[in-house]
């Protein structure tokens, strides 16, 4: 099915179009239309061009007024003030626009797929081989996914990247360690089980450091175990893939809890790149992008200096040749670019790595591997913080391990939809699974629902309230709607746009219509914040129109209630997309 073009684009078509025919000497003129409280909409572009044009504004406005097709549109329109146009929509235009939108038969509601989409790499949820995952790896995993879904649902060719932690000097440690005790790794009970899996790798990694750091000649057997690795020894990389392959069941482990799903092909971490490194030195160093220093290879930049006030440089090479991850992330960048063919590299990466991400793509601009056709973005995100302000750790000081802190989301919510169940007569297989959907979907929007790079408190009690903005107060919306369905009987919901609309079903129709103009700009800018706020917006308008207009009451027309359940059904449709694109699920009965 075509895509349905929004209320708000018909209405800035028929307005520039109107501004030129009426105002030909102004060129093409942008009418600055904007929702407002007077009336549906506000223009305010003809102020600008009274001023250019030195005429009177009202009269300007009067003249684009009258230049307006005729249609059913528009149903009022007055030139307000010095020149503003109030525009009302009619609710005839209202409702068959949204009638168009549930009858997209794709399940897109009418939002189009962008014609112009390219292939973009998102390089997300980084986890370190052999190390447990805690809460600083959180934001990675959860705005990574939104984002991946919501591009791919726009038409873009996404392709995910996992740039795990894989390779460096501690994996000398930990495999040295398992040459002299080689049944370290082995453990008993589910090959799947991830808890065991990080169990396991804890204890090697606790008691390969404590005779690394006890035993000077255990200390130098492993630096030669890292010579090996590098040079490609096959029993050392046996042993190394050991850890490897432990590791992704613990990863996956998580990842299942937080309702994502992390492919074996997309997990390209560091070690993907080992090969490249050579040669991305050599290209940098005989371009010039890249020089000797005190041994280093380096690349210095004109504005990034230290505290002394000399330049700081990106170290390529290490002095002992020795590879810095600025290697390994232009090597990558190669990759994405030439073999992937990628139009644009999307990193959701902390803030705190902002510098090094900086100079990272100059370098690659100043080498041509990024140019006018290939950009580098980095999706910025802020810290997780403790009720008290400060980053989120336990009572003893410690980092928050991930799965702790998504087991207790669940708790939480489960006893909160436990306390409910009796009304609506859930069993207790549904409690448990509509305890994971709203304790997962509780962590995700509490992230997703805060501008990327802002830092934000972790507040359990807060996410799992069914008030305010959070996760529930929107899946409550959804299974509202859907036992008002239920109930609906022989009643289905239908569009009937010879109908007037009362205030608040004009409000939420108009709001509905927002959802692909929505998509289009998150997209753009890579903000899944705006998605969360639009959804949260929509569920407001549900609440006012729940409010000031009964559904399904015997007082109502028979063409009134199923124009209202037509409402509410676009609406569920609308919440269901929107909350499956951040990731997060909408049960049918909460």
């Not at 040749?321 to 073999?339: E, K, P």
């Not at 302000?389 to 991930?402: S, W, Y």
């Not at 609440?543 to 027309?557: E, G, I, K």
Request: glycine share 8%; aromatic share 6%.
């Amino acid at each position: 099915m075509a895509s349905v073009t929004s209320l708000a684009s018909t209405l800035q078509q028929q307005l520039a179009d109107a501004l030129t025919a009426a105002l030909p000497d102004a060129g093409a003129a942008d009418p600055l239309l904007r929702r407002s409280d007077r009336a549906d909409f506000q223009a305010n572009g003809i102020l600008a061009l009274a001023k250019k044009l030195k005429g009177n504004p009202r009269e300007l406005a009067g003249q684009v007024t009258a230049a307006l097709p005729a249609g059913e549109l528009i149903k009022d329109i007055e030139v307000s003030g010095p020149g503003f146009l109030n525009i009302t929509l009619a609710d005839r235009a209202i409702v068959e626009t949204l009638a168009a939108r549930a009858a997209d038969t794709e399940g897109r509601l009418g939002v189009p797929v962008d014609a112009a989409a390219g292939t973009t790499v998102i390089d997300y949820a980084q986890p370190n081989v052999a190390k447990e995952m805690h809460v600083g790896h959180l934001r990675s995993a959860v705005i990574g996914d939104a984002m991946v879904r919501i591009l791919e649902f726009t038409g873009e060719n996404v392709v995910r990247r996992h740039h795990i932690g894989d390779w460096g000097t501690q994996f000398g440690m930990l495999i040295q360690y398992l040459t002299e005790h080689p049944g370290a790794l082995k453990r008993e009970g589910d090959a799947a089980d991830g808890e065991a899996a990080m169990s396991t790798l804890n204890r090697v990694y606790k008691a390969s450091r404590a005779l690394f750091d006890s035993d000077e000649e255990f200390k130098a057997r492993s630096r030669d175990r890292v010579v090996a690795l590098q040079a490609g020894d096959p029993q050392t990389l046996e042993l190394w893939q050991g850890f490897v392959d432990e590791s992704k069941i613990y990863f996956h482990s998580v990842f299942d809890k937080l309702d994502m799903e992390v492919r074996d092909p997309d997990i390209v971490g560091e070690s993907g790149y080992n090969d490249m490194l050579e040669e991305t030195c050599r290209i940098l160093e005989e371009t010039g992008v890249a020089v000797r220093s005190e041994g280093a290879l380096c690349v210095f930049f004109d504005d990034v200096k230290g505290p002394d006030g000399n330049k700081v440089p990106l170290i390529v090479k290490k002095t002992n040749g020795g590879y810095g991850y600025a290697a390994t992330d232009l090597s990558a960048i190669r990759d994405r670019v030439q073999d992937l063919k990628a139009d644009t590299l999307l990193y959701v990466v902390d803030a705190r790595q902002s510098l090094h991400f900086k100079m990272v793509f100059e370098t690659a601009r100043r080498a041509g591997w990024l140019n006018e056709d290939v950009q580098a973005v980095q999706l910025a995100f802020g810290t997780v913080l403790g009720k008290d302000g400060k980053p989120f750790k336990t009572r003893e000081g410690e980092t928050v391990r991930l799965e702790d802190l998504l087991d207790e989301a669940v708790s939480r919510a489960t006893a909160v939809v436990r306390e409910k169940a009796d009304k609506v007569g859930l069993s207790e297989d549904e409690i448990v699974e509509n305890g994971r959907y709203v304790g997962i979907g509780a962590v995700k929007y509490a992230d997703l629902s805060t501008s990327a790079v802002r830092d934000y408190k972790f507040d359990l009690d807060q996410m799992v309230s069914l008030n305010g903005d959070t996760s529930v107060y929107l899946q409550y919306a959804y299974a509202r709607i859907r036992s008002i369905l239920r109930k609906a009987g022989d009643a289905v919901p239908a569009a009937h746009p010879e109908l007037a609309l009362a205030p608040a079903e004009r409000a939420l129709g108009l709001h509905l219509d927002q959802f692909g103009e929505v998509l289009g700009e998150v997209a753009s800018g890579y903000e899944p914040h705006k998605l969360a706020a639009y959804l949260y917006q929509l569920a407001s308008h549900l609440t006012t129109f729940y409010d000031q207009c009964q559904v399904l009451s015997p007082d109502n027309a028979p063409e009134v209630v199923e124009n209202r359940l037509f409402l509410v059904d676009l609406t569920a449709r609308t919440l269901h997309q929107g909350m499956g694109l951040l990731g997060i699920r909408t049960p049918e009965r909460l």
